[in-house]
Each structure stands twice: as structure tokens, then as C-alpha cells.
């Protein structure tokens, strides 16, 4: 078994086994990455926004994950502050992929237009 990498990320190994020749090729020319769990995230640096003073006739931008029934929430949810608080709504954003951020520069369009978010899964 060899351990090594150069190119892999900090934090990673790549590991190759000698596989049977039994096995068929595919599977012997199959790489393992392992992750190494005692290695530190990376160093990241997030601010959050300042605090609204009110939500009083602010524009509100609405974004879904795409799973089912995201977007009923937050229709819902974005009308009980439209009718108590005279915000404006601007139409609904997806990300389309439950399970990965945002697209590049979609945050940033619906900053643009809002001035504050909100987020919500379905299911």
C-alpha cells in the first residue's frame, strides 16, 4: 500500500493497494481518497450583516432550496411580513440543489434587490 499525494488537498491521502488480479480492471485501477480527521478546517472569514433597526417596509428576498413545498413556506411566510409589516416581495430565488450553496454571484443579485433573506427547506 503506498500513501502519497502531492497534488492532494491539505488534509487528504491518496491510497493504492495492490489489488488481486482475480479483480477486474476497473476496480484495480481505483483510487481511495481517505480524509485525515485530526487536520483543522480551513481558517474562513464570515461577518455576519448588522442588524436591521426595523423590518418596517423593507424589501424582502426569498430564497428555496428546491426540495418540495420551500417554496409554500416561504410565500407564506413572506406574506404574514408583507401584511404586518408593509415589506415588499421581491419574486423567489432557488438554488436548485439542497445540498450545495448557492451559486456563484446568486446571493449577491438578491442583496442587490433585498434588503434582508430568507431561507427555507422543504419536505
Do not use: W
Not at 2 to 15: E, Y
Not at 25 to 30: D, E, L, W
Not at 68 to 88: K, M, P, Q, S, Y
Amino acid at each position: 500500500m503506498r500513501i502519497s499525494n502531492p497534488h492532494a488537498k491539505p488534509g487528504t491521502k491518496s491510497v493504492q493497494q495492490r489489488i488481486p488480479e482475480s479483480t477486474s480492471a476497473t476496480r484495480r485501477n481505483q483510487t481511495l481518497q481517505l480524509y485525515d480527521p485530526t487536520v483543522p478546517p480551513p481558517e474562513r472569514h464570515f461577518a455576519r450583516a448588522p442588524a436591521l433597526d426595523t423590518i418596517e417596509g423593507k424589501t424582502i428576498g426569498l430564497l428555496t432550496n428546491g426540495k418540495v413545498n420551500g417554496d409554500v413556506l416561504l410565500i407564506e411566510t413572506a406574506a404574514l411580513f408583507a401584511a404586518r409589516n408593509n415589506c415588499t416581495v421581491i419574486p423567489l430565488f432557488s438554488k436548485n440543489n439542497a445540498s450545495a450553496p448557492a451559486p456563484e454571484g446568486k446571493l449577491d443579485e438578491i442583496a442587490e434587490q433585498a434588503d434582508f433573506l430568507i431561507t427555507a427547506m422543504g419536505d
